[in-house]
């Protein structure tokens, strides 16, 4: 049972409630419910992904993404369209293939980790030494595993918030370094994934502290069952391996950004997006045309709906997947701005459920009207949260500008994420309207509201 | 509600039921209830998919898995472990891609079928024209689409009793020797399969009343929408295409079979068995390593349990995807002998749900014990119906021998067949052991029943 204090009530009802609060609230409502039937989120999230396709960082294809991107957002009638355009250095798939040689011969299906090193033209064969854990790879024994293919695998179990990504994502991101230093030949790991399908996940990996390449593979889930059965059996097992990766020269890359100029220059800027650039396995639906979609969709519903107090400035970041390099540019060609609100859409394209704030403690009464215009949608107001919800804001976040993270529903996304399985049949067009209706009804408010929703304390 | 009358009550008690009978239903009860906790299933469809993947018949893996068979099949104190050896005409897959040239350039997932011919070659470029049925593609005009690389896209969804594959399945069967009837370049279908998956159905085709090999190769699911939304924008669509399947030589396969002596050499054979060979582009777990396993662990239970009244023949039949030469072999080889009963399993290890029957008249009241026997394990009984569970008997079968059919559960099967994505992790250890249940149900009965079930009127 849950009983309502007297004091509580008398409290509610004696808050004041300016007019223009109410109208806002209204609007919202209506902006919101007509939202529903979008189809303009469908409509941007198709053109990338089946006009360009995959359209990895730097790539020919992802500068095709851009023009497409101009030539739209300016279609759609927002102003200042440009390009803040940047280089970047340019790492190369090339092939990657893994042969059991002994004692059970056979193909696995891998596919090489972003920036992996590569085997020698030929190739190299070696033993291959197993770790159930990024703890238990980092106590190995240099002397036992040097010269040898290092596997780690783990258990990742689909989550509504993702979480697991965190820390079973260390096994990409730190693994191929720790291995480097343990003077490994290579390194294979279970992909990062919720899926067992033959589509195995890439990812973006630094070599931490001038560790030296080496190649860096991720298995299939399947093909990581069948090495560990393999394993199991107790006798050695030999891959001969091949990986062509490599680092070539430097390529343009770029945020497009495009603005809703806000009544008052003064009032600060409310950015939303997502990234262009998408993985070159997929064709990058929920990864992240999704995000783009839904986020400019919602922003051109505020647009016809009258010009709004502050500039909301829609921002398709360039480069995400090697490492944030669009959000890192933006960072530090925007600074100086004024931003009110940071918010990202790059979590795939199944539903809000939920919203995060990382705002000023002073604005936080006002996220009342928010949760009351997102709870008819399901969305649930969650605690505060430093994270972003997409790492391109993240980067910009650490100069302490405020966020509110839309939450998605991220129990399928990891079947999905940075394989070649991204593609336009994973998005669900019904999912997708709710999720624009949610950022109309975030940006309805954001964008006329006149209280500072930062600085965040603690971020510096 | 339902009325039970009064005449039938009467006749039913009024049955004679011979001891022998109901010792054997009692019998078969204990077997099917201890079957439930089977654990050698998991051991036999383990060790192919493991140890040796990839299974192609006439492949040097296929010989590997014929060894390993006779091996496990004698330790298993099977009687007249043998290989019945043949040689088949060799298609090696080889390599294929198919790369959009225009307008939207980007690369597609496809994979050849079966006895698909090769591109020159350095590939061949051409325009795609669309079919949206075969009957469309067979009323194609020949001057409209010579040279042309033609697609053949479809929709096929999810049966429990997996009837679809027969209708849409032609696509593959009868598309290629069509379009290459009507000149084209080129055949591209949409993968025959229910998933949407960048995994590829492949499966064979043979070139009908002589029709020429052209490359012919199905796109995965995901990849053949990208080409319907493609070719829906309305520019022409140009597609580069390389495939270098070829025939090549010839290649010894076989199958494997191992017996159970009846008491009664006269009382006939009782055939059970699945398919030893595989597609390459998966591990052949569901395709048909289960079917091996669940045949004879049920077998197996059998022997254990006191020798029975016929023959149980096992067959692990050979090159069933390239043809059913495996069953082809065995009818020609094995004519005279008196068969009394044929029943593969060859539709995965989902749980059976219903059985079918193809057997004389006279012999249908002998259905009842089995009727009984399976309905604990919620199998109902179908209609008489003369199509195999399998291939390799659907071959046989046509010498009039009776079949019954254990009907499983078909409902996600075509979102793995003839895929990279048919690997062990498919197979669900709870519904393997429903089905080792049933076929021992099965062939306690079948195998101690001194009734004929044949011959099949109808069948020459």
């Given at each position: 049972m849950i009983k309502f204090s007297r004091l509580a009530f008398a409290a509610s009802?004696?808050?004041?409630?300016?007019?223009?609060?109410?109208?806002?609230?209204e609007q919202t409502a209506q902006l919101r419910d007509a939202a529903l039937g979008d189809s303009l989120a469908l409509v941007i999230v198709d053109a990338p992904t089946t006009e360009i396709g995959p359209?990895?960082?730097?790539?020919?294809?992802?500068?095709?993404?851009?023009d497409w991107a101009v030539a739209k957002l300016k279609a759609l009638g927002f102003a200042n369209v440009r390009i803040d355009g940047f280089d970047i250095a340019n790492w190369e798939r090339g092939a990657a293939s893994a042969e059991v040689i002994a004692p059970f011969p056979q193909s696995l299906t891998i596919t090489a980790l972003g920036n992996s090193g590569a085997t020698p033209a030929n190739g190299l064969q070696a033993e291959v030494i197993g770790f159930d854990s990024l703890a238990a790879l980092q106590a190995a024994d240099p002397a036992s595993v040097k010269g040898k293919i290092l596997f780690v695998t783990h258990r990742m179990t689909p989550a509504q918030d993702g979480s697991p990504y965190r820390t079973v994502g260390?096994?990409?991101?730190?693994?191929?370094?720790?291995?480097?230093?343990?003077?490994?030949?290579?390194?294979?790991?279970?992909?990062?994934?919720?899926?067992?399908?033959?589509?195995?996940?890439?990812?973006?990996?630094?070599?931490?502290?001038?560790?030296?390449?080496?190649?860096?593979?991720?298995?299939?889930?399947?093909?990581?069952?069948?090495?560990?059965?393999?394993?199991?059996?107790?006798?050695?097992?030999?891959?001969a391996l091949k990986v062509s990766a490599k680092m070539a020269g430097r390529r343009p890359s770029g945020n497009v950004i495009a603005e809703i100029p806000g009544r008052d220059p003064m009032a600060g800027i409310v950015l939303v997006g997502g990234h262009l650039d998408s993985w070159d396995l997929g064709t990058g639906?929920?990864?992240?045309?999704?995000?783009?979609?839904?986020?400019?969709?919602a922003a051109k519903r505020i647009m016809d709906a009258g010009q709004p107090l502050r500039t909301i400035r829609v921002v398709w970041f360039g480069s995400e997947e090697n490492g944030v390099l669009g959000g890192n540019d933006y960072r530090d060609r925007h600074k100086g701005e004024k931003h009110q609100l940071l918010a990202e859409s790059d979590f795939g394209a199944d539903r809000v459920w939920r919203f995060q704030t990382a705002i000023a403690d002073a604005a936080l009464p006002r996220m009342k009207p928010l949760a009351e215009a997102l709870a008819p949608l399901g969305i649930v107001q969650g605690g505060r949260n430093g994270d972003a919800s997409g790492s391109?804001?993240?980067?910009?976040?650490?100069?302490?500008?405020?966020?509110?993270?839309?939450?998605?529903?991220?129990?399928?996304?990891?079947?999905?994420?940075?394989?070649?399985d991204d593609t336009l049949d994973k998005i669900d067009p019904a999912q997708l309207r709710q999720n624009v209706a949610a950022w109309t009804a975030l940006l309805s408010i954001a964008a006329n509201d006149p209280v500072d929703y930062g600085p965040v304390a603690g971020k510096k």
């Amino acid at each position: 049972m849950i009983k309502f204090s007297r004091l509580a009530f008398a409290a509610s009802i004696a808050l004041p409630v300016p007019l223009t609060a109410q109208v806002v609230a209204e609007q919202t409502a209506q902006l919101r419910d007509a939202a529903l039937g979008d189809s303009l989120a469908l409509v941007i999230v198709d053109a990338p992904t089946t006009e360009i396709g995959p359209r990895k960082a730097g790539s020919e294809a992802e500068a095709r993404a851009r023009d497409w991107a101009v030539a739209k957002l300016k279609a759609l009638g927002f102003a200042n369209v440009r390009i803040d355009g940047f280089d970047i250095a340019n790492w190369e798939r090339g092939a990657a293939s893994a042969e059991v040689i002994a004692p059970f011969p056979q193909s696995l299906t891998i596919t090489a980790l972003g920036n992996s090193g590569a085997t020698p033209a030929n190739g190299l064969q070696a033993e291959v030494i197993g770790f159930d854990s990024l703890a238990a790879l980092q106590a190995a024994d240099p002397a036992s595993v040097k010269g040898k293919i290092l596997f780690v695998t783990h258990r990742m179990t689909p989550a509504q918030d993702g979480s697991p990504y965190r820390t079973v994502g260390d096994i990409r991101r730190l693994g191929p370094s720790i291995a480097s230093g343990l003077g490994a030949a290579a390194i294979l790991i279970r992909s990062i994934g919720t899926d067992s399908h033959r589509t195995p996940h890439t990812g973006w990996q630094d070599w931490k502290n001038g560790a030296r390449p080496i190649p860096a593979a991720a298995l299939a889930n399947p093909d990581a069952d069948q090495l560990e059965r393999m394993l199991k059996r107790g006798q050695p097992v030999t891959i001969a391996l091949k990986v062509s990766a490599k680092m070539a020269g430097r390529r343009p890359s770029g945020n497009v950004i495009a603005e809703i100029p806000g009544r008052d220059p003064m009032a600060g800027i409310v950015l939303v997006g997502g990234h262009l650039d998408s993985w070159d396995l997929g064709t990058g639906a929920i990864d992240d045309a999704a995000g783009l979609a839904i986020t400019t969709a919602a922003a051109k519903r505020i647009m016809d709906a009258g010009q709004p107090l502050r500039t909301i400035r829609v921002v398709w970041f360039g480069s995400e997947e090697n490492g944030v390099l669009g959000g890192n540019d933006y960072r530090d060609r925007h600074k100086g701005e004024k931003h009110q609100l940071l918010a990202e859409s790059d979590f795939g394209a199944d539903r809000v459920w939920r919203f995060q704030t990382a705002i000023a403690d002073a604005a936080l009464p006002r996220m009342k009207p928010l949760a009351e215009a997102l709870a008819p949608l399901g969305i649930v107001q969650g605690g505060r949260n430093g994270d972003a919800s997409g790492s391109d804001i993240s980067v910009i976040q650490q100069e302490g500008m405020p966020v509110i993270a839309l939450g998605q529903d991220g129990t399928r996304y990891f079947d999905i994420h940075h394989t070649a399985d991204d593609t336009l049949d994973k998005i669900d067009p019904a999912q997708l309207r709710q999720n624009v209706a949610a950022w109309t009804a975030l940006l309805s408010i954001a964008a006329n509201d006149p209280v500072d929703y930062g600085p965040v304390a603690g971020k510096k």
